[in-house]
C-alpha cells in the first residue's frame, strides 16, 4: 500500500513557466514533508522541506505548499529553467528519527 | 553542510563473489543510517535501516544473509552484497540525518551502481 503518491509519472514544462509537481499522502501521522531532486545516475538532493504546522515553505525559485486536510503537497518551480530537468521525489515521515517514505518520482522536462 | 559519502561510485563483479559498499558521513556523527535500492524507473526502496553497535534493522523481503550491513563507527556504515547474481544488480544509495539540521532531512550518497555479469 503507497503511503507516497505520485500520480504523475512525467511533466514537461517550457522554459520560464512554472512547474507544478504534486503529492498526496494516506497517513495522518507524517509531521515532515520533503522533496529531494535525482539526476541520472546520481543519489538524489535535498531541494527543499516543509513541517506540518505550516503550509508554506519558499526557497528561491521553490515553493512547497501543504494541504494538510486534503494530505497533499505541490512543489512549485518558477520560472523553470532546462537544468531542472530531473526526477523529482516527494518524501514523508513521522517526527523522529525514522526513514523516509518516498513517492515513485515524477520526471520534469524543462523545455528550452 | 553535511556530506555522506559512497564509495566505489561503479562495481562491475563476477556472479557469485561479494562486494562491499561503504558509507560515510563525513562531518558528522550518524547513529543511524539507511540504505536504499533503486531499480530502474522506480522510486527508492529502503532495504534497512543500519544502527551503529547494534544489529541492522531490515525491511520486509530484504535477505539479511545476502545483504550484510555493518554500521561499526559513527561515521561508517557498509552494505556487503554477497555472492551476488545479475538480479543484485542495482543502484545503491545509503542516507543518514544530519545532526541538527531538523527533523527529516535526510543526506544522500552519491550512490553506487553495481553491475552483476
Known amino acids: 500500500d503507497q503511503q507516497v503518491k505520485q500520480n504523475s509519472p512525467s511533466l514537461s514544462v517550457q522554459e520560464g513557466r512554472i512547474s507544478i509537481l504534486n503529492c498526496d499522502y494516506t497517513?495522518?501521522?507524517?509531521?515532515?514533508f520533503l522533496w529531494y531532486k535525482k539526476y541520472p545516475a546520481e543519489g538524489p538532493t535535498f531541494l527543499i522541506s516543509?513541517?506540518?504546522?505550516?503550509d508554506k515553505n519558499e526557497d528561491g525559485r521553490f515553493t512547497v505548499f501543504l494541504n494538510k486536510s486534503a494530505k497533499h503537497l505541490s512543489l512549485h518551480i518558477v520560472p523553470s529553467q532546462p537544468g531542472d530537468s530531473a526526477v523529482y521525489f516527494c518524501?514523508?515521515?513521522?517526527?523522529?528519527?525514522?526513514?523516509?517514505?518516498f513517492g515513485k518520482g515524477t520526471r520534469l522536462s524543462v523545455i528550452a | 553542510g553535511a556530506v555522506v559519502s559512497q564509495h566505489p561510485s561503479r562495481v562491475i563483479c563476477k556472479s557469485g563473489t561479494s562486494v562491499k559498499i561503504e558509507c560515510r558521513s563525513l562531518?558528522?556523527?550518524?547513529?543511524?543510517m539507511f540504505w536504499y535500492r533503486q531499480f530502474p524507473k522506480q522510486s527508492l526502496m529502503l532495504m534497512a535501516t543500519?544502527?551503529?553497535?547494534?544489529?541492522?534493522?531490515?525491511e520486509q523481503g530484504v535477505e539479511k544473509d545476502k545483504f550484510l550491513i555493518n554500521h561499526a563507527s559513527l561515521t561508517l556504515s557498509t552494505l556487503t552484497v554477497t555472492s551476488a547474481h545479475p538480479e543484485d544488480s542495482s543502484f545503491y544509495i545509503c542516507?543518514?540525518?544530519?545532526?541538527?539540521?531538523?527533523?527529516?532531512?535526510?543526506?544522500f550518497g552519491e550512490g553506487s551502481r553495481l553491475t552483476v555479469l
Open positions: 497517513n495522518s501521522m507524517f509531521d515532515y
Open positions: 542516507s543518514a540525518r544530519g545532526q541538527g539540521k531538523g527533523t527529516g532531512e535526510l543526506f
Open positions: 562531518d558528522f556523527q550518524a547513529t543511524t
Open positions: 516543509i513541517s506540518s504546522i505550516k
Open positions: 543500519s544502527n551503529e553497535g547494534s544489529k541492522a534493522t531490515y
Open positions: 518524501a514523508a515521515a513521522p517526527s523522529g528519527n525514522t526513514p523516509l517514505v
